[in-house]
């Protein structure tokens, strides 16, 4: 099918408009972490912003953008922030607020240089993030050695296994016979792949947001993948979410239902390959609202997944699953809740608001049969097609 989704391009290019540019201001930004015991940190640097991004990008991103940057200031903000990192770091975590290999986003010339200055490290291993169709044989071996033949893990934006989805719910542009190819390369070249899995896109039921994260993962690792790191989702300023959020349509996910998640997902793949990220807001700039629980066990809970998140215990998860609150309750009865109307029904019915009222009227009547015909066409992709 079409990747490409008019609705959303059109209401993330509006929403982004005005927004607060970050990387006008900052050269790097930088997050200190300990997975698996070790320490690490993730240094991102000043790019124009994700390419995906400028036209509209995902419904749940802003990373911000920033003005035109020469290679040679990339490599020069990359140096600033590796000057104030510990020396004593296990693994670094090097990427701009998009893709790495983009050439659009980051130039050859600029790689080369960020690589050389990540490679003179003494740290044992590295990873960055990297849209499917970037990847590639020769940049990955230009890679490798550029790293002197240390661990390497590419994170590539997965979101959810399911076409539609993906396209209708995320506006993500990835076919998965794209992502499989690329995971094969990186495989073939022994680079680890870690898959992002979204758990809690627009227009699903909690229950079936579980579902598709949890579908989402194990077809990740049936098609190669070696970690998946588990998204839930934040509504930021600036997006396409955001508008939902306003207009009462979105509801981020409860942490119990990334509690659930890991539950139902196999004891021994998230014992070590799974990884946590934004289940809390990371006090960023753009957090509008957050996944969270309730007041009285809110503390209790990120205590347990933070701990999850820093050591990959599984005895965590065990103790999440087994504590007991009144908003686990209200949770439970959300997910036993009848659907109000199948899934293409609400989603064409919000679309016909995005379109009316955040796009445009006559945009909408000129476009409403094109959207809509396809809506429902493509839906034969989905696993969600019978309901």
Known sequence: MDLANIVFARAGVLMKQNRERYWDHNNFAIRL??????PEAGLWFRTRGCHHDLAGGCVMCDYSAGPATSSEYMVECVRQGLATLPHHLWHLLCSPSGSLLDTWEVPEQAREGILALMGATSYETFSFETRAETITDQVTDQCLTALGGRGLKIYIGLESADPWISKYCINK??????????????????VGVTANVLLGSPFLTAKQA??????????????GVTECCLFPTNVKKWTSLHWLYEQGLYTPPSLWSLVEVLHRLDRGIVASQIELAWYTSYGAFNVVTAPTTCSACEQQVLAYLHHFAETNDYEDIEQLAALECRCKDVWRALLEASEPAPLITRTAATYERIGRELIGQNWWLRNHQKVL???HADMATSAYNAD
Do not use: Y
Not at 173 to 190: K, M, P
Not at 210 to 223: K, L
């Open 173 to 190: 542009e990835l076919s998965l016979d794209e992502f499989v190819r690329a995971t094969g390369v990186l495989r073939s070249h022994q």
């Open 33 to 38: 972490s300990t997975r698996q015991g070790k």
């Open 373 to 375: 015909s396809a809506l």
């Open 210 to 223: 579980i579902e598709d994260a949890v579908r989402t993962t194990n077809w990740a690792f049936s098609v």
